[in-house]
């Protein structure tokens, strides 16, 4: 099956307390993929013992005004965040499994995410990405994003930049 055929297959749907040790195994596949080269596996490894913790998961899909996406065919394959506050929204996160790149699954989860922030009457979404990421960079500068200022993360102690989209 082609790419975008892959990507219409898969099923969008708002993740639950059940997703989250799908979540944290994309994760953990994605994160080292991504970022290991830009601060390192131990880095990665805080990164995700910190934030992606299955319990802490369980406790946060599903509740708050934060809403969490995962695209899934047989089991999830990616997963994608946005979090509203007086600031604006921001799109949390959004990891594809490395072995599922380049279908269009996050296209699609990125839209959802717009459309949530839209719907919650946001005008803009805004997304952090590592200085060194290229990749990512291009990806969502290819979906409208641009550079609207600087970020150093303090956890993993290395540069960024904020992105922005009008909506």
Partial sequence: MSDAGEALR????????????????????????????IVGADAVEEFLATYYDPEDLRERFGTGDSVTFVAEDDDVVAYASGVPSDDGYTLGSLYVHPDRQGEGVGSRLLARVEDAARDAGYDALDLVVMAENDDTIAFYEAKGYERAGDHHDELLDVDGYVYEKPL
């Fill in 10 to 37: 898969v099923r969008l749907r708002e993740a639950t307390p059940d997703d989250a040790t799908a979540v944290r195994r994309v994760a953990d596949a994605a994160w080292h993929d991504a970022h290991a080269d």
